[in-house]
């Protein structure tokens, strides 16, 4: 198994990440990896857990285990874990002898939200967000990815940022060259968050899912609200039909992550789920392709690197603001 480096960082530990989708974690833990820390997680009937994944005996990954009885078995010599990381039996120590007291395992913030498992390695500085739209059920949610990414979670949220790339990578899917030219926008930044409040945006096909055949122009509101998750809406002012969609990035180390995305329509629920998961796997599959060749691979927060165009207003804005933060993953 390849050496895995813990990496620091002062604002991206504190944060919450998206690790695993829910549904996928049934009675096995799964080990996941968040900054280079190795995190076991599983699900009791208490709800879900993540301990560091790292049995204190002999080291050996507590998530190549199993769960009994609600506690995490280690699969070396059987050491059991429970969910406050507190070693609770010892099968090779006679019956009746004290366990030691640093008998235990790291223990992380861990819940179950919008169809995902979120960690927390560090001191969660904030909940996660409410989102109205993932809960109103008048829009139907549905969790997409995860996809893995050789490229810093930097570069990624910074690509759903921008506008200009619609046309081109995802050409005939969202935009058309011919129609290429953005409109005025203003980038707004508030205490937690950068956004853009309207921008119309041509589509030369209507998405999956709409009744209309021809082009049409959606309306895009895209907010960064965390270091590493941003979400966005796509209006059709014409019928009120709308797409939102969350994005969020966990970072395994600095130029490799995994990427998480729910999907969220007030339209077409007689359309097959699966169509609208396949058209994010196409549309993010697109995007990786171009992700994974930009070069610094890390995001640089020093605006004389690249060329920053007026084009560029958001992503420029998000850059400030990762420096301003101090956010150290991702970036040069
Ligand atoms: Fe985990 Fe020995 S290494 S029980
Ligand atoms: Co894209």
Redesign the pocket.
Known sequence: MAKVQRIYDPVLENDWHAVYLASELKDQPVGVIILGERVAIYRSKDGVHALQDL??????M?SK?WVQNDVLV??????QYDASGQCVC?PAQPKGEKIPARAKAGVYACQEKYGFIWVCIGEPVADLPHFEEFADPSYRPLPCGPYHVAAAGTRVIENFTDFAHLMFVHQNLLGHPDYAELPDFQVVKEEGRIYIDQIPIFQPVAHSGSDKKEGTTYVYMKEVYRPLSARLSKADPSNGQTLWIMLTVQPVAEDECIVFMIVSRNYAFDVDDANFIQFQDTVFDQDARVIETQKPELLPLDLQVELNHKVDRFSIAYRRWLRELGVKVGTI
């Not at 049995?55 to 050996?60: D, E, L, P, W």
């Open positions: 049995c204190i005996h002999r080291g050996a507590l285990g280690c699969p070396y010599h059987g050491w010892i």
